[in-house]
């Protein structure tokens, strides 16, 4: 076990994070903003006709990936694609290029911890704790944010620790 003696009060986090899918509607007119979307490796997006008109969604040539949906209609049809590579991906409709057309960025996705168990704090005084855990995957760095009680996640107060102590 990991054990830690942190000054002050405090509250510890961990996030875990997962695949997204994400939707959106695609009509004409759909373009820009409302047709752009930043998400993490891993994630899908689904496109969703919701005009008769026929569509299509495919990337220009210049995209960090490849897709085609190939030209459908009927409302209610969709294409979607699950992104592998960060990188900018640029994209249309093949049947109305000029008025329907976005960018979907990929970015790397935060790594994923395996949740601690056996998480135990001792020795609480006004100003400190001792907390101990045990590592349940292979991590040799750990960041652990506190506050006092009630503090919003990611404005607390960081500490990264490589060796089990921090005084």
Not at 44 to 66: A, C, F, G, N
Not at 108 to 126: G, V
Request: charged share 15%; glycine share 8%.
């Amino acid at each position: 076990m990991k054990k830690i003696t942190l000054f002050s009060f405090l509250l510890l986090s961990n996030i875990i994070f997962s695949q997204t899918t994400y939707n959106l509607d695609w009509e004409i007119g759909m373009n820009g903003a409302n047709a752009s979307l930043t998400i993490d490796v891993g994630d899908t997006v689904i496109w969703t006709w919701t005009d008769s008109s026929p569509h299509s969604v495919r990337t220009l040539p210049e995209s960090q990936e490849t897709f085609d949906s190939g030209i459908s209609s009927g409302v209610g049809t969709t294409f979607s694609f699950t992104f592998t590579e960060a990188g900018i991906n640029d994209y249309q409709c093949g049947v109305h290029t000029t008025s329907m057309f976005g960018t979907i960025t990929v970015v790397s996705a935060t790594p994923t911890c395996d949740d601690p168990s056996n998480l135990m704090s001792m020795n609480l005084t006004d100003d400190s704790v001792d907390i101990s855990w045990t590592e349940n995957g292979t991590a040799t760095e750990w960041e652990i944010e506190y506050d006092p009680a009630g503090f919003t996640q990611g404005n607390g107060t960081l500490l990264v620790d490589n060796d089990g102590v921090i005084l």
